[in-house]
């Protein structure tokens, strides 16, 4: 039996698109404790990863001065 809160927050839930629904179920799912839930990661990020991991494949990492750049930039 739920809360009239948590039926609340579900009903309010349902609403949502289907992505923040799922993303919103992970979230309750940890927090009862079932640590075993995944992130799914997004179709724009699932091809960020793997362009990334195409770029380490060839050994295209930023050079000290690129990191030192972008540093600069929030250094105090």
Do not use: C, W
Not at 26 to 44: K, P
Not at 68 to 74: G, L, R, T
Request: negative net charge; proline residues 3%; glycine residues 6%.
């Amino acid at each position: 039996m739920m809360t009239e809160l948590l039926e609340h927050a579900i009903e309010r839930l349902r609403s949502l698109p289907p992505e923040a629904q799922d993303d919103f179920a992970l979230i309750l799912l940890r927090l009862a404790g079932e640590d075993g839930v995944a992130y799914r990661l997004t179709a724009e990020e699932e091809a960020d990863l793997d362009n990334a991991d195409a770029e380490a494949g060839r050994g295209d990492f930023a050079t000290d001065a690129d990191v030192n750049a972008v540093f600069s930039k929030y250094r105090l």
